[in-house]
């Protein structure tokens, strides 16, 4: 039987996580760890069924050329429109099959927890700046910071400055924020003690990011703020389908421009060809403008409907200390 090599031609770190269920099908079909090139390693690192390298082309070259081998690219955006595709299906389309929702869910091994001090009951936000049109705005972060700390409700920020290269070469600046009650962790923790942060929390409050994925791997309930791509596409499966434990906030804007063809055609007259994504394509102005005004993305919630759907699955899922009573008895200590 032949040995089997996946190239994983992308960089972010959902996208990444998003073709663990495909690999994982590969392996169990194969009864063999599946041999995976990524950009990152650290991410697919722990996983029991791959051995993970880093890209090196020379490798996969000879890879393709042996003919005990069967190589797959996974990532291939030339071909297929990723922002109208589920992402955990754009790998399994790649390999030949689709995925079921009962196979739609992402497992994460992490490495071992190194202990810190946390608040109890904290809400973890992702306040980074990525494509315009996915980036929840630097005042609105800290207006909802303000407010969670007014209601006494801890906020840890996570996340790391970094750029993703592609169809747009995309910085990733964090935010200059500051938290009162709470703790910044942004640019100071690893991708695994990352996802034990996300793990422990009451809450995880994200756009569509790398951290998304993340915090879809954990049992911790999840608010995704809208954006352009139609989330359908992006949100973790957890339990099967995308429901659990998931609450998604949108703007006043409902086109989910991204993610429908109509705009592939008025810009590229054919539907197969994406538009420019980080941008709004209601407004053409805004297209390669980084900086263009903010406030044309209406598809982004405001601060206060986020604000309210984070107090209401707040009150649903924060751990209640109860008083805790110890009776003295003769065999021993009882805990009531």
Known sequence: ???????????????IISSVPSIKILHNLYKKKILVFTF?????KNYPYMDVKPVDENEINKIVNDTNWTYFNTFDTSKDIHPRMDIRQFHANKLGFQLLPEEMNIEFYPDK????????????IHPVKTWPSRSWEEHRWQKFINIMNEYNIPVVAVGKESSEPGTFNTQKP????????G??????????????????????????????????????????????IDYKFRA???????????????????LLCASDMNYYMKYNNRHNTPAPLPFCLEHPESIGNQ????????????????????LRIYDMYKTVVKETKVLKENKGTIVL
Not at 40 to 44: C, G, V
Not at 113 to 119: R, S, V
Not at 291 to 306: A, E, F, K, M, R
């Open 1 to 15: 039987m032949k040995n089997i090599a996946v190239f994983l031609s992308c960089s972010g770190i959902g996208d």
């Open 40 to 44: 990152n390693t650290e991410i697919l």
């Open 113 to 124: 927890y190194k202990p810190i001090k946390l608040p109890e009951n904290y809400i973890v």
């Open 174 to 181: 964090t935010y200059n924020i500051s938290i009162k009650n």
């Open 183 to 228: 703790i910044n962790l942004m640019n100071k923790i690893s991708l695994h003690q990352t996802w034990h942060i996300l793990n422990k929390s009451t809450i995880v409050v994200t756009m569509d990011s790398g951290i998304l994925h993340l915090a879809g791997t954990t049992d911790t309930a999840i608010i995704q703020l809208g954006s352009s």
């Open 236 to 254: 973790p499966y957890r339990q099967n389908r995308q429901d659990y434990k998931f609450s998604y906030v949108s703007g006043n804007c409902k």
């Open 291 to 310: 900086n263009v005004d903010p406030n044309i993305y209406l598809c982004h919630p405001s601060t206060g409907d986020v604000v309210d759907e984070t």
